[in-house]
């Protein structure tokens, strides 16, 4: 993972990072002064409930000035430089990260270690709600060590981590008042944006105050695009604007804490597949989290986080409302950790825990292609670890209850529509070791046996996806997906000097795949959800290298990633995989200046079905420049970057658009980006 540390006067955001649930010991500030040269360690929260400084999992952060550097309108291209990570793609509004080939409900996105609920996984037009713009840090987690978040975190988990609840007190008895704000202007888009976050307290209580918003016109493209009648150089119907902000609070006490926030996020975009329509979201969560520490007994510490969202997405066509998907759902999560027990071969250490979530979905128009419904999960997990001299050994284990109901709906295909309710009972497994061969050297191995239970969609679909240009049909009789997932990892680290490499496989027995039946319905060909064995396997690796020290710094940061994921029924590729990807870095320090020359090149991918058309190969080149300085006695940043430096014509392989609105939907084109963020 990237190893990274913040001024003391961040300690305000990092302390509560390294204790959210995590049973961590993380030191408050005695004093306000954002100003210190003091550096603090970061520590991985997501998939590292017991607080070791070593995951076992592959793991990425960004945060501080790579995430400000990073940040885009959407999650998926926000995390889209990452090692085995790239994005969906549907324009440059609604945008989801894919995990090593792996999408929608194969990945878990959390808002501070509580679900996301949102539509954003029904289909590929439909935007996360959850701004990147009031994200403190993100944390990624690969592979099977993800279970403790279920069988649908098997792809990887994505925590969006806030300032909102913070469990610790951020300031001292006299109290103080600290935030900042960043301010980003971008050609490419002609975005105008930006961003503030207040905090103030003492030792027992502390508020929290953000706001953001963000407006851009449509995005620049390398070539012309027929668009209203026209052609120009722009992606035809991308322009959005956004806006979100919340509030919270909370009391800190002796042992622990108690707090509360309310968030809400809004964004009107416009969808690229269809220049008419215009897609309005809407997101209001609400959030109470407590923990308590320092218990003697069997249980040490007891956190329990209670969420609940309301969310809607309306389909606006030529100015008129028409289809309207709506989700209510909460999220009440228990964990504990308990004592240690003494075993022949050391200490174990563990959290156990408990989940219940509920999710009522709705569908309201003549494109709802999936009924009204009611998914009811619960689950028992329980994680432990054994630290040996040698390194440590994990074991976890997660048991749920999954129940989906199809009541139908108000459209037009209700009565077509199954009802019914099924039930599943997926049990995951997982075992994990991490080994350090040598101080340099570290190997880790996550073997696990994973089971998800399939979503209302898949079981009760029925009916016209604009978004994939297919009628789709759900599958009632579908199963819980298993599969069986190995990862192998090694790392090293001298001096400022990194690398690692992690190869996986993942094997499936009945993997839940979308497949044309061959038939039409309304003029559009069918897809059926459909079990089929499928395996995926392959490798990313990232590093970066200290070429000079001198009074200035030259490093060069790399990265690699493939995957094939092919279908053994079928003996074809699955479609919209990455194809392989090489990237490197030049960086140049020295002092409080940094600038950065980047490339990354994008393999041709001709493993596509036989109903897919292949997408050529790309090139696409960036820099960056950044300044650290002081506004007013406060610490500031300047930043720009320059994004796709030759404007080169590029198709992504991961959206369903390069397939069902070919030569229509680019990369972005050429884009200056430039911004401030000032502390205080």
């Given at each position: 993972?990237?190893?990274?540390?913040?001024?003391?006067?961040?300690?305000?955001?990092?302390?509560?990072?390294?204790?959210l649930g995590t049973g961590v010991q993380a030191q408050a500030p005695a004093q306000s002064q954002p100003a210190s040269a003091a550096a603090l360690p970061t520590v991985t929260i997501t998939g590292n409930p017991l607080g070791a400084t070593e995951l076992i999992a592959p793991a990425s952060v960004l945060t501080g000035s790579e995430l400000v550097l990073d940040t885009q309108a959407t999650l998926g291209e926000t995390l889209g430089a990452l090692p085995g990570v790239s994005s969906t793609y549907f324009g440059p509004n609604a945008s989801r990260p894919v995990?090593?080939?792996?999408?929608?409900?194969?990945?878990?996105?959390?808002?501070?270690?509580?679900?996301?609920?949102?539509?954003?996984?029904?289909?590929?037009?439909?935007?996360?709600?959850?701004?990147?713009?009031?994200?403190?840090?993100?944390?990624?987690?690969?592979?099977?060590?993800?279970?403790?978040?279920?069988?649908?975190?098997?792809?990887?988990?994505?925590?969006?981590?806030?300032?909102?609840?913070?469990?610790?007190?951020?300031?001292?008895?006299?109290?103080?008042?600290?935030?900042?704000?960043?301010m980003t202007t971008a050609t490419g888009n002609r975005e105008q944006s930006g961003a503030v976050l207040l905090e103030a307290g003492n030792d027992r209580y502390t508020l929290h105050a953000d706001v953001m918003s963000r407006h851009t016109q449509d995005v620049a493209a390398p070539t012309a695009l027929a668009c209203r009648g026209g052609f120009a150089n722009r992606i035809c119907n991308s322009a959005s604007q956004a806006w979100g902000g919340a509030l919270g609070g909370t009391l800190h006490f002796d042992q622990g804490y108690l707090g509360a926030s309310v968030a809400t996020q809004s964004n009107l975009y416009g969808s690229v597949a269809d220049e008419a329509v215009q897609i309005d979201m809407r997101s209001n969560r609400y959030a109470i989290e407590g923990e308590v520490g320092g218990l003697s007994g069997l249980l040490r510490s007891v956190k329990a986080q209670f969420t609940q969202t309301d969310y809607r997405h309306a389909e606006i066509e030529n100015g008129s409302v028409g289809t309207v998907f709506a989700s209510k759902g909460s999220d009440l999560r228990l964990q504990a950790r308990h004592a240690d027990l003494l075993t022949p071969w050391?200490?174990?250490?563990?959290?156990?825990?408990?989940?219940?979530?509920?999710?009522?979905?709705?569908?309201?128009?003549?494109?709802?292609?999936?009924?009204?419904?009611?998914?009811?999960?619960?689950?028992?997990?329980?994680?432990e670890e054994l630290p040996q001299a040698w390194g440590r050994l994990s074991a976890g284990a997660r048991v749920e209850r999954v129940g989906v109901n199809s009541s139908g709906g108000a459209n037009?295909?209700?009565?077509?529509?199954?009802?019914?309710?099924?039930?599943?009972?997926?049990?995951?497994?997982?075992?994990?070791?991490?080994?350090?061969?040598?101080?340099?050297?570290?190997?880790?191995?996550?073997?696990?046996?994973?089971?998800?239970?399939?979503?209302?969609?898949?079981?009760?679909?029925?009916?016209?996806?604009?978004a994939t240009q297919a009628y789709e049909r759900g599958n009632d009789q579908l199963g819980v997906e298993r599969s069986t997932n190995l990862d192998v990892g090694a790392q090293w680290r001298s001096g400022a000097s990194h690398a690692k490499l992690n190869v996986f496989v993942n094997q499936f027995s009945n993997y839940i795949?979308?497949?044309?039946?061959?038939?039409?319905?309304?003029?559009?060909?069918?897809?059926?959800?459909?079990?089929?064995?499928?395996?995926?396997?392959?490798?990313?690796?990232?590093?970066?290298?200290?070429?000079?020290?001198?009074?200035?710094?030259?490093?060069?940061?790399?990265?690699?990633?493939?995957?094939?994921?092919?279908?053994?029924?079928?003996a074809q590729a699955l479609p919209r995989i990455a194809p392989m990807r090489l990237g490197a870095t030049l960086i140049w320090s020295a002092g409080p200046w940094q600038s950065r020359l980047g490339v990354d090149q994008w393999a041709a991918q001709d493993r596509v079905p036989a109903s897919d058309k292949p997408s050529e190969g790309y090139t696409l080149w960036h820099a960056a420049s950044t300044y650290k300085t002081r506004i007013a006695q406060s610490p500031a940043f300047w930043f720009a970057r320059l994004d796709n430096l030759g404007n080169a014509l590029a198709y992504s392989a991961t959206s369903i658009l390069t397939q069902t609105l070919p030569g229509h939907v680019p990369l972005p084109g050429r884009s200056l980006k430039v911004g401030l963020q000032v502390q205080f």
């Open positions: 993972m990237h190893v990274l540390s913040a001024p003391l006067g961040r300690l305000s955001l990092s302390a509560i990072l390294c204790a995990i090593r080939g792996m999408d929608g409900d194969r990945l878990k996105l959390l808002a501070n270690g509580a679900s996301l609920t949102d539509v954003s996984g029904l289909s590929y037009d439909h935007a996360v709600s959850a701004d990147p713009l009031t994200v403190e840090r993100i944390e990624v987690l690969r592979g099977p060590a993800a279970l403790q978040y279920g069988g649908n975190a098997l792809g990887g988990v994505v925590n969006l981590i806030d300032n909102r609840i913070t469990s610790q007190a951020l300031f001292d008895a006299q109290g103080g008042v600290a935030g900042k704000a960043q050391g200490q174990v250490q563990g959290v156990v825990g408990a989940q219940l979530e509920e999710v009522n979905f709705s569908a309201d128009g003549a494109e709802a292609f999936a009924p009204s419904s009611k998914t009811r999960q619960s689950a028992l997990f329980a994680h037009q295909n209700a009565n077509n529509f199954k009802l019914g309710e099924r039930e599943f009972t997926p049990i995951s497994y997982a075992l994990g070791a991490l080994w350090k061969v040598a101080p340099a050297w570290s190997l880790s191995s996550n073997l696990s046996w994973s089971a998800r239970a399939p979503r209302d969609y898949e079981l009760f679909a029925l009916g016209k996806h604009l795949s979308l497949q044309a039946t061959g038939q039409n319905q309304n003029n559009l060909p069918e897809y059926l959800y459909t079990p089929v064995q499928a395996r995926f396997v392959g490798a990313e690796a990232s590093g970066q290298q200290r070429l000079l020290d001198a009074g200035h710094q030259v490093d060069l940061s790399w990265r690699w990633d493939t995957v094939r994921a092919d279908n053994l029924d079928t």
